[in-house]
């Protein structure tokens, strides 16, 4: 069988997935479906946005710390429209995924193996014989970072977005380098407010949010507070295995990429330059673009994607 005859086998397998409905009021694009995805922790919710003809490939997109799969909402028609097939799943603890009791059930090995375990879904009822390229956005990115590092093997490339190489604290971001890492206290207390101040705004008249702010807000207030909490503190303290992702990268030939906006004002943007350069990696700065560049400029974005996946593939 040829590659050929895989794309043209796949182009509607995923439509054996079971269909969920939306969450909140965001609008989903016409043809970009909402569906369920039974991985061992059990479901996550994911959007897939198939190609109208054979696919070229396959991409799953894993979202960041207070995200969830609405954050790629703008760049699935765009990357679908270049001929990918692309899934973007909820991470567990984020509405409306499985939602666990403690933060045990967030640690970051286990977030890994659920992105193994959607590639594996992925792979076998979407995208059978289609090369498979992953792509974590920010928190998304320790989170990638960890699957591959356990197993690379599913992935055709892999791509850190808007991500760092460790944590905040590790050199002082956050606070004084000479005072060291903030406490637990220090990290969970203010977001603990923040979720508090948006249950508080969720409870006023509905015309006092933007429709996009009142989304964000109620998908802060809906996610698991434990899952909020390991990931402030991983943010802060995960080290750096940026030595350790080139070794597996280069030893499976495995194509990376460092994507950041050109005013991506989380991780500093030296740090990112950095670890594209320990990683041998593809470099590329999405002009006029912050943090999320898939919604400040979604074509531009879907385009630096799109080449990388051609050139790796």
Known sequence: MTLDDVRDDSAALHTSLPATAPYGELPVPAGVDVVG???PVGRLTGFVAAPD????????LVPGFTGSKEDFLPILRPLADAGWLVVAYSRRGQPDSVLLGGREDYALEKEGRDV?????LVRRLVAPGLPLHLLGHSYGGIVTRAAMLADPTPFASYTMFCSGPHGWAVRGVGGDAGRGAPSEEQVVGPLREGVAQA?????APAHALAPRQRFETRRLVDASLSGLEVGALTLQSVPDTTDDLAAVARARGIPVHVVHGDRDDAWPIAWQRDMAERLGARYTVVPDAGHSPQNDQPEATARVWSRFWADAQ
């Open 199 to 203: 249950r508080a705004a969720l409870e």
């Open 116 to 120: 193994l375990g959607v590639a594996a």
């Open 53 to 60: 003809g054979p696919p070229r490939g396959a991409a799953l």
């Open 37 to 39: 995805l039974d991985v």
